[in-house]
């Protein structure tokens, strides 16, 4: 017993008393087992990316590899796909999980000891002063903490920290009045999917800005290979699994609740101020007395000498404890305003970085490997490819698998691992959806934002929809670091390639006027202005000479000369048969 009444022992277990002197060097003992355990996970952490490092020259010479069997394709794609998402996941893991740690151990153990503190205080005779010291030699909630960490924490400053307000959680209100989040993470990517194409369609038919095509609407008639209909139908198809995903996602998430988000705020802000402990101690590494630079600027800069002295700001008091008595430290305003910072835009950002980077690393070795193997391209990826001239719409016109797959599939894995709650799920799917149709726009309009904040804008990916362009330009949709990682990006001019589509599109597209004409003259329906006339042509893309059947229309004030060819020649051959326009 001692002189507050309390008996000098605890209990580790329930009803196993030990005398803490007796303690002492088991205690030692299991510290240092524990830091020999931390040094062994430091060292295991190093082995794994020691390991990764040696691995990737390997994997990127199998990248590069010319194969192009269904086999070595998917093991690319698997391989290159969850070694880089593990890679990029496990250091950010491993780099949250430590400071979480540490932070929140801290954080716990302070609370601890300022709550035996009042415990204590109120049992003890006449409420005498409690030394921090008689808590940590007392209290078996703070002993049992110490058997689960090995922080070196100074006892003597545990008060010093500000308390942690309390809070209570309510379920969090919709953002739109009534409709559930639950729906609205739903209905919001196929309305920005469609809002968004019908923008772009209504620009395209009306022919508004033209000087910014990337196509001509000739190509657009001739060039593709599928009918506005039939992409529309895919992308609707598209969306349903999309939905259906989504809404298993959104059933698998707990009840968003309100309320913590003062908490939340103040923690970071306590983390912050722990963080502050370690200054000076490092200044001192360079030479520099913390302490005494502290006084010295104490009385013009009150905050920065509470930095350097660690943290300690003696002139914030909030009040005073009703049960102690002793005075509730407070946090500084810049604590609060970087906390604030911190909460609500650092932490978004990186969860919104991580995201995109899986997303991105997701659709590009499937992407590749689509291409890399004939069985898949043509089983699945063909379909997409279809459009040589992609449009708004068409931007989710997929094979239904290949569409569950690389998108459906690749953002769902981001949103899940990047740690986002509902609505920045909401978020994400939008800008997703948003920037994979501006991607697919046909359009490089100066004043879109989409089309500058990365390189991977409509330009970029038009070129891989190309026939010259179709084994490059793989990332989508929002950065191009693996295509520059990996060579695979376009090198070279495409003016004289894109110059030379247009220019055959319009032939295609004169070609079926002059067919409709000699229709109609040969069912009597147009006699006059038609002739026929025998010439020797030279062409622009070959020369020779041959006697063919010369079809010459008066049409809307210009003549219009056409060589006769075989309906079934196809658009290639098309490209070498010569036409002009002549007045």
Not at 247 to 269: C, H, Q, R, S, Y
Not at 444 to 473: C, F
Not at 518 to 528: D, S
Request: hydrophobic share 40%.
């Amino acid at each position: 017993m001692n002189s507050y009444g309390v008996q000098v022992r605890v209990t580790k277990k329930r009803g196993i008393p030990f005398n803490l002197e007796g303690e002492k060097k088991k205690k030692k003992k299991k510290h240092k087992k524990r830091r020999l355990k931390n040094k062994s996970h430091c060292r295991n952490h190093f082995s794994i990316l020691f390991l990764l490092h040696r691995l990737l020259p390997h994997l990127t010479s199998l990248a590069h590899s010319n194969h192009h069997s269904l086999t070595h394709s998917l093991l690319t794609f698997f391989i290159l796909s969850f070694f880089s998402t593990f890679l990029l996941s496990y250091l950010i893991l491993v780099l949250l999980f430590h400071i979480s740690l540490i932070t929140s151990t801290h954080s716990f153990v302070c609370n601890t000891i300022t709550a035996a503190i009042n415990q204590l205080a109120i049992l003890s005779p006449k409420n005498q002063q409690i030394d921090t010291c008689t808590v940590l030699q007392y209290n078996p909630i703070f002993y049992i903490m110490t058997n689960f960490t090995t922080l070196q924490i100074n006892t003597t400053t545990m008060s010093d920290l500000p308390p942690l307000p309390h809070y209570t959680l309510t379920p969090l209100q919709p953002l739109i009045p009534y409709i559930s989040d639950f729906y609205l993470s739903l209905i919001l990517p196929i309305a920005a999917y469609w809002i968004v194409s019908l923008a772009f369609h209504l620009i395209d038919t009306l022919d508004l800005w033209p000087q910014y095509r990337l196509h001509t609407p000739a190509e657009i008639l001739k060039r593709n290979h599928v009918s506005r209909y039939e992409v529309a139908r895919d992308v609707i198809i598209q969306q349903i699994i999309q939905t259906i995903v989504g809404a298993v996602l959104g059933l698998t998430e707990p009840e968003e609740m309100a309320g913590k988000t003062e908490f939340d705020i103040a923690n970071w802000a306590q983390r912050i101020r722990i963080a502050q402990k370690a200054l000076p101690s490092i200044l001192s590494l360079i030479g520099l007395n913390a302490s005494a630079i502290s006084k010295n600027v104490a009385g013009n800069w009150p905050m920065v000498a509470g930095v350097l002295a660690g943290g300690k700001y003696p002139g914030l008091m909030e009040g005073l404890d009703v049960v102690s008595g002793q005075q509730i430290p407070a946090f500084a305003a810049w604590e609060m305003l970087a906390a604030k910072m911190i909460y609500w835009y650092i932490v978004p950002a990186l969860q919104f970085g991580l995201a995109i980077t899986i997303v991105d690393t997701w659709q590009y070795f499937l992407h590749r490997a689509m291409h890399m193997n004939k069985w898949l391209y043509t089983t699945f990826h063909s379909r997409h490819h279809r459009l040589y001239v992609p449009y708004a719409y068409g931007a989710l016109y997929n094979h239904p698998f290949e569409g569950f797959l690389l998108d459906t599939l690749g953002a769902s894995i981001g949103y899940k691992l990047s740690a986002m709650t509902s609505r920045q799920g909401m978020a994400f799917f939008v800008a997703s959806t948003i920037k994979t149709v501006d991607d697919h726009c046909g359009y490089a309009l100066p004043w879109d934002p989409l089309q500058h904040i990365t390189s991977n804008n409509a330009g970029y990916h038009d070129i891989h929809h190309q026939s010259w362009g179709i084994k490059t330009n793989f990332s989508q949709p929002f950065f191009t670091f693996w295509d520059r990682i990996l060579g695979t990006v376009w090198v070279g001019d495409t003016t004289a390639r894109y110059e030379r589509s247009r220019k055959a599109a319009e032939v295609l597209v004169e070609a079926d006027k002059v067919k409709v004409v000699e229709k109609e003259l040969r069912e009597g329906e147009r006699e006059k202005d038609v002739y026929y006339d025998h010439r020797t042509q030279n062409s622009a893309m070959g020369t020779w000479d041959s006697s063919s059947t010369i079809i010459v229309l008066w049409k809307a004030g210009v003549f219009v000369q056409w060589d006769e060819v075989d309906e079934e020649v196809d658009e290639v051959e098309m490209e070498s048969v010569h036409y002009e326009m002549i007045g």
